[in-house]
């Protein structure tokens, strides 16, 4: 069985540390790659970290961990407000998906509270900072073990 978990970022993440700090926090998106790789290792996985603001490239990682991928966990950021795409590419990967959110999205505007994404995501994480990728693949690795 692969052994390879995929962490997908959407639009902006790439600003994570400087955008808007007071919600979504300090740490840069740099950080969140090191600690969850770390934690995959401990527990014998890699991971594939990715981030990206077009949702096509998007779409094509989700294509991609088709082939090689055990597992998703995805922050599609904007994208899991409004795409099909995304959640059409979800739906032909059969391993499980975890959706995070940094912030509570469901404390902010309303149109945070559709999830396109929780259509497929097997469990879903929001409001825990960026603690949250490490709990999600935390709870990933007792899935796959
Ligand atoms: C986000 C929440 C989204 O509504 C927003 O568009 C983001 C980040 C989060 O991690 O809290 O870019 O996914």
């Not at 088709?66 to 795409?85: D, L, Q, W």
């Not at 739906?91 to 309303?110: A, L, M």
Request: glycine share 8%; net charge negative.
């Amino acid at each position: 069985m692969s052994k390879m978990i995929y962490i997908l970022n959407g639009p902006n993440l790439n600003l994570l540390g400087k955008r808007q700090p007071e919600i979504y926090g300090s740490d840069t998106l740099e950080d969140v790659d090191k600690t969850c790789a770390a934690l995959a290792q401990e527990a014998g996985f890699t991971t594939r970290f990715l981030q990206s603001n077009h949702e096509g490239q998007i779409v094509d990682w989700i294509h991609e961990a088709r082939e090689n991928g055990a597992g998703i966990i995805i922050n599609p950021a904007a994208f899991t407000h409004y795409s099909i795409a995304i959640l059409d590419a979800l739906n032909t990967f059969d391993g499980p998906v975890i959706e995070v959110h940094i912030s509570q999205v469901h404390k902010r505007e309303s149109f945070r509270h559709t999830s396109y994404v929780s259509m497929r995501a097997d469990a879903v994480m929001a409001g825990f900072g960026v603690h949250g990728y490490a709990l999600a693949l935390r709870h990933m690795v007792h899935i796959l073990d």
